[in-house]
């Protein structure tokens, strides 16, 4: 991995799975990293983990991406702007979120609203409200995380 020193880099779902092991990655790369997640014990712990990595010091912010609206999303990137001085290099969206297999008669309409919206949404919305900060960078990046489901389609993976 190329060397992240001194780069300023968020990772949504950072508090288990793979959005942990990404921030842990990028913190051993030398980032600092914003990890942002809904579940504030999760979140201690991955901080605790790559602050006694010796890495730089990471930011810790709960923010839940399933019922934010626009106007806290707004919010949220001006409170990180601040705390970073107007610096953020990257985005990397790993937040998902997903109900158990089953065939669609036992799906609601409900689940799928969840579904898309950390998915789909929260990720425009994050985007879009961290874009002025993004533009300022002089080489910022935007990952997407998706599953890998689709290159072999099995039974009751449509959501």
Same mark, same amino acid.
């Given at each position: 991995?190329?060397?992240?020193?001194?780069?300023?880099?968020?990772?949504?779902?950072?508090?288990?799975?793979?959005?942990?092991?990404?921030?842990?990655?990028?913190?051993?790369?030398?980032?600092?990293?914003?990890?942002?997640?809904?579940?504030?014990?999760?979140?201690?712990?991955?901080?605790?983990?790559?602050?006694? *990595?010796?890495?730089?010091?990471?930011?810790?912010? =709960?923010?839940?991406?399933?019922?934010?609206?626009?106007?806290?999303?707004?919010?949220?990137?001006?409170?990180?702007?601040?705390?970073?001085?107007?610096?953020?290099?990257?985005?990397?969206? =790993?937040?998902?979120?997903?109900? *158990?297999?089953?065939?669609?008669?036992?799906?609601?309409?409900?689940?799928?609203?969840?579904?898309?919206?950390?998915?789909?949404?929260?990720?425009?919305?994050?985007?879009?409200?961290?874009?002025?900060?993004?533009?300022?960078?002089?080489?910022?990046?935007?990952?997407?995380?998706?599953?890998?489901? *689709?290159?072999?389609?099995?039974?009751?993976?449509?959501?």
């Amino acid at each position: 991995m190329p060397t992240l020193q001194d780069k300023i880099i968020m990772v949504t779902g950072a508090s288990q799975g793979l959005g942990e092991q990404v921030a842990k990655a990028y913190a051993d790369a030398g980032a600092t990293v914003i990890l942002v997640a809904r579940h504030q014990k999760k979140l201690e712990k991955v901080y605790d983990a790559i602050a006694a *990595s010796g890495g730089p010091e990471p930011f810790a912010i =709960c923010f839940d991406l399933m019922s934010a609206e626009e106007n806290e999303f707004a919010q949220f990137a001006a409170a990180v702007d601040e705390a970073t001085g107007g610096r953020l290099d990257g985005i990397v969206h =790993c937040a998902s979120y997903f109900y *158990s297999l089953s065939p669609l008669d036992f799906q609601t309409v409900a689940e799928w609203v969840n579904q898309y919206r950390i998915n789909t949404v929260a990720p425009m919305g994050l985007t879009r409200a961290f874009a002025p900060m993004l533009k300022a960078s002089p080489d910022a990046s935007v990952i997407f995380v998706s599953e890998s489901h *689709s290159e072999t389609p099995q039974a009751y993976w449509g959501g």
